[in-house]
């Protein structure tokens, strides 16, 4: 396929090429994203488990009196189960600050946020459509998404503005930095910031592991891949700038076998999502 080939809006397919797709895997993840990603998944189903069975005040309370008991009886005493949470919560703030520093320039630099999860017109157009689908309202078809879509994108952003919030909020009440009043102002805000997640997590979780059409995003938080034909589906521009990418290699190396271009050593752009986001274009609104 030619660049000026590769189509600008999602055209229907034929039954060959739609087959023929959904044999080809895309790159999607990096395996440390992965790794990361069920580590984190772990940590959060320790910590929400254990937060819900220390708050035992009648005011703030939400979990049933069984599951205190329950919870309690597992880890002898309320003290070991707050050991148990802090050490679970130092381990994972000390693993994400690895991510932080040795990730940064792959997955935390503003330009990478940018093109991730920064919300774009279609994105906006995608959560209006969206909603009147559920809503039996509208038969509009999706505009095209990029490597994440606009409910991935919300979801990312509380989590990436939630997280540090809950770091440093957990830090403070361990260490008891700044006095009283500091500690009792960062549980609230501790608080917040983990409901804040967790109302967000539910349908996160529905849309990853249960939702069908989803199934692909579900397997590729394991092997790292998609389909091409569930990317051309639901992550068009994402798909179509893979392909130019792809494109431009072939085209580089077609060039260097004729002898037109001096031989390029290192394979000049890998087409995962995190490698190289800033050599992606990402496509204008509708292709
Ligand atoms: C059993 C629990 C979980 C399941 C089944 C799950 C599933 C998934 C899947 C399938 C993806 C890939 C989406 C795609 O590539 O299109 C993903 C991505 C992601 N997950 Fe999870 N996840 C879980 C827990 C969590 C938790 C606890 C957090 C953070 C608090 C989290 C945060 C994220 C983020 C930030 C992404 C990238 C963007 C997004 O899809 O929203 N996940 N997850």
């Keep these: 396929m030619s660049a000026s080939a590769i189509p600008m809006v999602p055209t229907p ?3 060959e090429q739609a087959e023929a797709m959904a044999q080809r895997q895309i790159k999607k993840h990096h395996v440390a994203i992965v790794l990361l990603h069920w ?6 189903l320790l910590e929400l488990s254990t937060g819900a069975g220390l708050i035992v005040s009648p005011y703030y309370r939400f979990a049933p009196v069984w599951y205190l008991q329950m919870m309690e009886g597992i880890f002898g005493s309320r003290a ?3 050991r148990f949470h802090i050490a679970v919560g130092l381990t994972w703030i000390a693993v994400f600050l690895v991510y932080a520093i040795f990730g ?3 997955y935390l630099r503003i330009e990478v946020l940018q093109h991730e999860i920064g919300l774009d017109s279609d994105d906006v157009q995608w959560l209006k459509v969206r909603t009147l689908l559920l809503l039996g309202r509208t038969k509009d078809p999706l505009p095209p998404q990029g490597v994440y879509n606009a409910g991935q994108k919300i979801f990312a952003l509380l989590v990436y503005t939630m997280i540090p919030l809950i770091m440093l909020t957990g830090l403070t009440m361990t260490f008891h930095w700044f006095g009283t009043a500091f500690v009792a102002w960062a549980m609230i805000l501790h608080f917040f910031a983990v409901g804040m997640v967790v109302s967000g997590l539910l349908i996160h ?10 199934k692909p995003a579900f397997y590729s938080m394991i092997t790292g891949v998609v389909d091409e034909l569930y ?3 639901h992550h068009f521009k994402w798909w179509r ?3 130019i990418q792809e494109q431009a290699w072939r085209d580089e190396l077609r ?3 004729e002898g037109e271009a001096p031989y390029a050593e290192e394979k000049p752009a890998d087409v995962s999502r995190t490698d190289q986001p800033p050599l992606i274009s990402r496509p204008q609104s509708g292709g």
């Design 255 to 257: 060039r260097e076998e």
């Design 205 to 214: 979780v529905y849309m990853g592991a249960v939702f069908p059409e989803e």
């Design 80 to 82: 070991n189960m707050l």
């Design 13 to 15: 397919l034929t039954s």
């Design 104 to 106: 940064f320039r792959n």
């Design 231 to 233: 990317a051309y589906r």
């Design 241 to 243: 700038a893979v392909k």
């Design 39 to 44: 580590f984190n998944a772990i940590s959060w």
